[in-house]
């Protein structure tokens, strides 16, 4: 006997896995940051030990490595910031959001995973004033899981371009590139997205375009809008 599929489950567990997999590469980047910074601030002690002996203090040295310290300090904070603005974008489960402004956030969350894969992310000019009254979280899994969909077939120094704009009464998002696996090589990921693009009363569809370069589409509306 087939058992049948339980999404409200597979949606809240692929959450999770989606959460785990933003919040660990986040924490591998502070960790880096954290990693550099403590190398140079051995070498200022090592630069201040020679000091103490009598070697002449490098005065050019020194502001080099404080200059580096500075910039990997910068970036931690940056890495928090990027953290932080993705908790609270958790803080209501359907709220009205800037296209831009999620975009350009998940884009900058998923960037180090994508990179690892070869793909790099540009976001096409979104017109500031696109906004949708959506679920935070969802949206924002759902253009991660097209990036998954994207790095199953990805060559090197691949790249994805990401754009929405309204028609009527709807938002779409497309991210095109590369081409994409076989529909059996990423049938799992397909049904997940599927999955999510129900809870947000919205669709999905492939497009191919020239030179084997294809594209995923997602139609969304106002989530009040879709339930009246």
């Known amino acids: 006997m087939i058992m ?14 989606f959460l785990g997999k933003i919040m ?12 550099i910074i403590k190398e140079y601030n051995g070498l200022l002690d090592d630069l201040l030990l020679d000091a103490r002996k009598g070697s002449p203090i490098d005065d050019k040295k020194v502001e080099r490595v404080s200059k580096k310290i500075a910039s990997q300090t910068e970036k931690g904070a940056e890495i928090i910031r990027r953290f932080n603005k993705f908790a609270h974008s ?9 296209l831009n402004y999620m975009l350009q956030s998940i884009i900058a969350l998923s960037r180090r995973l994508t ?3 070869g793909i790099y992310l540009k976001l096409d000019s979104v017109d500031d004033s696109l906004s949708l009254k959506t679920s935070p979280l969802l949206f924002q899994q759902a253009i991660f899981q097209c990036f998954e969909l994207f790095m199953a077939n990805a060559d090197a120094n691949t790249q ?6 309204k028609t009527d009464d709807k938002i779409l998002v497309e991210i095109a590139g590369t081409k994409l696996a076989d529909d059996r090589a990423i049938e799992s990921n397909m049904q997940i997205l599927d999955i ?9 569809e492939k497009k191919t375009g020239s030179d084997d370069n294809q594209s995923i589409v997602l139609s969304l509306q106002d989530l009040n809008a879709a339930r009246t």
């Not at 994805?160 to 704009?165: G, K, T």
């Open 160 to 165: 994805l371009i990401i754009s929405a704009e």
């Open 4 to 17: 049948p599929i339980n999404k409200e489950q597979i949606l809240k567990d692929q959450a999770m896995i």
């Open 196 to 204: 999510i693009m129900e809870h947000l009363n919205g669709s999905f």
């Open 115 to 117: 990179e690892i894969k």
């Open 90 to 98: 958790l803080d209501n489960p359907i709220s009205s959001i800037g």
């Open 24 to 35: 660990a590469s986040l924490s591998h980047e502070l960790n880096n940051t954290v990693a």
